[in-house]
C-alpha cells in the first residue's frame, strides 16, 4: 500500500513538473537562499552546547553539554533581560500591533481621495528612513532643548534629557515604533479591506446602519482572517525585540529598562567575544518564540478557525 502511495506520489509530481517545469525553475533560487542562509546555519547552533573557540571550529571544540544554559538561567542578567523582553513585546502588542489596523480603517473611510492618499504618503515615509537616522533624529528630539522638550516646557514641564531616564525609554521605544511602522504596516489590512463586498456596506446603509455599526459588523470581520494570520506571526516573534534600535537608543544608565535579549547577545557575542554563551541566549529565546507560535496558532484555529497551518 505504502509503495503504490509513493508511486503514485511520484507519477502526480512528475506529471506536475511538467506541466509547471518555469514555476518550480523561479523557486529554486528561493529554495537557495533559505537553504543557504537559514537551514545551514543551524549547524551552528551547536556551539551553544560547546565552549566555542574560532581556532577549534565547532566540531573541535570541547563539549560542556548544558553549561551555558545553567550560566545563564542562574546570572543576575536572567530575570532582567527577559523581563525586559517580555515587557516591550506585551507593549508593542497592545500599542503598536493595533495602530496600523486602525489606521487602514481610518484611511479606508475618507471619501476625499486626494487627502487618502496623501496620508497614506505621510505616514509610509518613517519607515524608508535609515534607522541609524531615525535614532538620530529621536535621540536630538528628547534631548535637552530639543522639540519635545521645547514643546513640554512650554506647557510648564521640566526640561530633561529623556533618554537618560530608565523609566522612559519604553515609552520612547513604543511610540517610536508606531510613527516609523504604522503606515509600512497598515498596507496589508488595506488590501484586505479592498476584498470586501461593498454590496455589503450598501445593505447595511438601507437599513439604516451608521458607519461605526459598519465598521463593526462588516469592516472587522472582513479583515479579521488577516489579523488573525499577523497576530500568529507576531507572536511568533513575542521575544525577537530588535537589537538594532535597542543599541542605538540605550546607554548604560538605563540597560534597566532597555537591554533585552537581542542587545544582551550582542554585547556578549559580539563585544566580549562569549560565543558560545550568547548562541545559549539565542538559542532559548529562538526555542520561547517556537513555542508562543505554535500555541498562538492553535488558540486562533480554535477561536476563530483562522491559522497558518
Not at 515587557?87 to 503598536?96: K, V
Not at 534629557?161 to 520612547?172: S, V
Not at 540605550?250 to 559580539?270: C, E, H, M, Q
Amino acid at each position: 500500500m505504502r509503495k503504490t502511495a509513493e508511486a503514485s506520489f511520484a507519477t502526480r509530481f512528475k506529471r506536475d513538473f511538467l506541466l509547471n517545469k518555469y514555476l518550480y525553475l523561479m523557486m529554486v533560487p528561493v529554495l537557495a537562499y533559505y537553504v543557504t542562509f537559514h537551514y545551514a546555519p543551524m549547524y551552528g547552533a551547536l556551539i551553544a552546547f560547546k565552549e566555542y573557540t574560532p581556532i577549534k571550529g565547532v566540531s573541535g571544540s570541547s563539549w560542556v553539554g548544558l553549561q551555558n544554559f545553567h550560566d545563564f538561567f542562574s546570572s543576575y542578567y536572567f530575570w532582567r533581560i527577559l523581563k525586559n523582553t517580555v515587557l516591550i513585546s506585551l507593549y508593542s502588542l497592545c500599542f503598536e500591533f493595533p495602530a496600523p489596523i486602525v489606521l487602514a480603517i481610518l484611511i479606508n473611510e475618507l471619501a476625499n481621495k486626494k487627502f487618502q492618499r496623501f496620508v497614506q504618503t505621510v505616514t509610509y515615509m518613517p519607515y524608508f528612513i535609515s534607522l541609524i537616522v531615525i535614532a538620530g533624529m529621536i535621540k536630538d528630539f528628547t534631548n535637552n532643548g530639543g522639540l519635545i522638550n521645547n514643546f513640554l516646557t512650554y506647557f510648564g514641564m521640566n526640561d530633561t534629557a529623556m533618554l537618560q531616564k530608565p523609566e522612559l525609554f519604553r515609552t520612547i521605544y513604543i511610540l517610536s515604533e508606531i510613527w516609523q511602522k504604522i503606515g509600512w504596516e497598515s498596507i496589508i489590512y488595506l488590501a484586505a479591506l479592498m476584498s470586501i463586498d461593498q454590496e455589503q456596506y450598501e445593505a447595511a446603509k438601507i437599513d439604516g446602519a451608521s458607519r461605526i455599526k459598519q465598521i463593526w459588523h462588516i469592516t472587522l470581520p472582513g479583515i479579521l482572517p488577516t489579523i488573525s494570520i499577523m497576530f500568529i506571526l507576531r507572536m511568533g516573534n513575542m521575544l525577537n525585540v530588535g537589537f538594532e534600535k535597542i543599541i542605538l537608543l540605550y546607554n548604560p544608565s538605563t540597560y534597566d529598562t532597555a537591554d533585552v535579549i537581542s542587545s544582551f547577545v550582542y554585547r556578549k557575542g559580539l563585544i566580549e567575544f562569549g560565543w558560545s554563551y550568547s548562541a545559549a541566549v539565542g538559542l532559548f529565546n529562538s526555542v520561547v518564540n517556537l513555542a508562543l507560535l505554535i500555541a498562538a496558532n492553535k488558540i486562533s484555529k480554535r477561536i476563530s478557525q483562522n491559522s497558518l497551518w
